[in-house]
């Protein structure tokens, strides 16, 4: 791979809270790299019930279309990204 | 009770009366438990693979949860592509399998594999089952998940001694259901009224939703030219006046004439799938998008939508179904004009008269739409036949029409022919496959005999792998590459070794009587069918193409030139 390639795509952090299980981290990494991102920092603390999961990662794709297939995940309770991009005006119904 | 009896006792509260699997090491508790109970029949199939297919085909017939069960190791892994083929058609499935005891777990046990961790990306959620206490609740809720929303394939993989272990608190979790409210869909209403040229665009989310009647409440309301994809044909049911059939690949020309042409594309339960759009850059491309589904994923996926709308169809679509009553679109030229690409650019291919000639597929398959009953249920397999019966059987309601649209898995036909007969125990359940797909799980027929299924199987025999040599002729220089089957054994003979009679036919006369016969014997039977192995599947655009950019029979490459 490209590395001058590589750091050109645009990076983003999401903050992402998930209900504590066995496979929560397996999952949230693999939907990350099977929709076209790689992660280059990763932090995570363990309270209780849940896991608070900071990751910086990059990627071509949009960004928004990554949040809302780790939204899917049943275990993910909020996804926060820093860097906000543009969306479509959805209405919830 | 054991941690198996509380499975079977989720299964009774959930009204889960069949389920699909085979036994083994790990889950003997579960075999155990099943022994007393009379609520719960076990279809045993012949391959975990087959397990998960059934289930699916049981699911795609009945509207309702499909459950298949296998052990630990090999028993789990060969389920993985039945539930990779759920997953991709969002099909509502519970998998359980046993696993090593939990003592074992992580030392390369006999029949241990990671099937949790192998499995992430092929269900909407999965569970290994650490807590004996737990499983009551994870039971509860993953019935729950599968069958909600958008739904999936959930897997539960539980430890033999969890099995085993006697567990005292049953409290099941009462899982929440959203409460209902009313969208706006003034602004929608407003893109619609104001487009010259709106379409239809529907896919297998009206039935994941259940919204068939609303669906065609929908459709009758709105008078809008509507085309389907792969998953949505059944919808909005047979000879619709305004329907175009099926758009992409194997679309019709009108279907995809009428995507390029239209200026507002109103998308109801699809997910823009590569097979249906072709090339996204020229996919509709004067057109601005409304975007109507369950899953928020789905929108601006691949396609920005100008609005989207998120929830469920039975709640949308009727909005629309009373707006449009009140104050009908005034599209009548654009009606006429997609009436008129349909009649010249839809699936009319002429039937052969000749008594003596060749069978062809297209020939065959349209009368089989015309002697089958009303009610029939085709599970195809995957491939030419898949197209041809897409493209020319009418179906008049999508439960009717099962085919593996995702994945696109060969030997997907015959099992889940299997579970849609036991989801239809009376009903004319026929599966159309292909000589290459039909060996895929042929074990099956075993299956078919067991149970004494009236199944009725029609193999569409070219002798060859017909879809790949199509696609090698017109796109891999005619250069033929491991394709040839005329090595099959003797289909005939093979349905008779399991007690299944079958008859072979060759020329168009014979189309009728044999498609009769099978029919009419009270039992299952085989009809074996000889096609030509030079057949292709038209129209077709090259993968990774433009719609607009179709060949024909006659290798013209231009969709405007041959539909006026």
């Known amino acids: ?93 | 009770m054991n941690g198996a009896q509380h499975i079977l006792e989720a299964f009774h509260r959930h009204n889960i009366n069949t389920v699909f699997g085979y036994p083994g090491g790990c889950i003997m508790p579960l075999y155990d438990a099943l022994v007393d109970d009379v609520g719960v029949e076990h279809v045993l199939c012949r391959h975990e693979q087959a397990c998960a297919l059934a289930a699916d085909g049981f699911a795609r017939a009945s509207g309702e949860i499909g459950v298949c069960i296998a052990t630990s190791g090999p028993g789990a892994t060969n389920l993985i592509t039945g539930v990779a083929n759920a997953y991709m058609d969002s099909i509502p499935m519970l998998v359980i399998t046993g696993q090593v005891p939990s003592g074992l777990i992580g030392t390369d046990a006999f029949q241990e594999t990671d099937i949790l961790g192998m499995t992430l990306g092929i269900v909407k959620h999965s569970y290994l089952v650490d807590d004996a206490e737990a499983l009551p609740g994870i039971m509860e809720e993953a019935i729950t998940l599968a069958q909600s929303g958008r739904p999936g394939p959930v897997w539960i993989d539980i430890p033999k001694d969890i099995q085993l272990t006697e567990i005292e608190a049953p409290a099941a979790t009462t899982c929440a259901q959203p409460d209902p409210h009313y969208p706006d869909i003034s602004e929608a209403l407003a893109m619609l009224y104001s487009a010259k040229r709106p379409l239809l665009y529907s896919g297998g989310g009206v039935s994941l939703a259940r919204a068939e009647d609303s669906f065609r409440a929908f459709a009758n309301a709105s008078a809008l030219p509507g085309v389907v994809t792969l998953k949505g044909i059944g919808n909005p049911g047979k000879n619709h006046p305004h329907s175009l059939g099926m758009l992409g690949m194997h679309g019709s020309r009108a279907a995809n004439k009428a995507v390029d042409e239209c200026d507002l594309l109103f998308v109801v339960g699809a997910r823009l799938d590569d097979r249906a759009t072709g090339k996204l850059d020229g996919f509709a491309p004067n057109a601005r998008m409304i975007h109507i589904d369950a899953d928020a994923a789905e929108i601006n996926k691949l396609r920005p939508a100008d609005l989207a709308l998120r929830g469920d169809l039975n709640r949308i679509l009727p909005a629309f179904t009373e707006a449009l009553k009140a104050k009908p679109l005034a599209i009548a030229d654009w009606q006429k004009q997609c009436r008129t690409w349909h009649t010249t650019g839809g699936f009319q291919a002429a039937d052969n008269e000749e008594a003596l000639a060749p069978i062809t597929g297209p020939a065959f398959i349209r009368q089989l739409s015309r002697i089958a009953p009303d009610d029939t249920v085709i599970a195809c397999d995957v491939g030419q036949h898949q197209m041809w019966v897409a493209q020319h059987y009418e179906f008049d309601h999508p439960r009717h029409h099962l085919t593996s649209g995702g994945l696109g898995t060969m030997g997907f036909g015959l099992p889940a022919a299997i579970g849609a007969q036991f989801a239809n125990r009376r009903g004319t359940v026929i599966n159309v496959t292909g000589d290459g797909s039909f060996m895929m799980n042929a074990q099956e027929l075993a299956t078919i005999r067991r149970y004494n299924l009236p199944l009725k199987l029609i193999i569409l025999d070219n002798q060859c792998l017909g879809m790949v040599r199509q696609q090698q002729e017109l796109f891999y220089n005619n250069r033929e590459s491991h394709i040839n089957l005329d090595d099959n054994p003797d289909f005939v003979a093979m349905a008779r070794a399991f007690d299944i009679p079958a008859l072979h036919i060759e020329r168009t006369d014979q189309i009728r009587r044999g498609i009769e016969t099978i029919l009419a014997y009270d039992g299952p039977m085989l009809l074996h069918v000889a096609i030509s192995r030079e057949e292709n599947v038209w129209p077709i655009v090259k993968p990774g193409a433009s719609n607009r950019d179709m060949i024909d029979e006659n290798r013209r490459t231009t969709t405007k030139e041959y539909v006026a």
């Open chain 1, 1 to 93: 791979m490209n590395p001058q390639a590589q750091t050109a795509l645009p990076s983003y952090t999401l903050n992402c809270r998930m209900n504590q299980e066995a496979a929560a981290l397996e999952r949230l990494c693999q939907v990350v790299r099977v929709r076209g991102f790689q992660i280059s920092r990763m932090s995570m603390e363990s309270a209780d019930d849940h896991l608070d999961i900071a990751l910086t990662l990059s990627g071509s794709r949009p960004i928004a279309m990554l949040r809302s297939q780790l939204e899917k995940l049943h275990t993910v309770v909020d996804v926060a990204l820093q860097e906000q991009g543009a969306s479509v005006r959805s209405v919830s119904v």
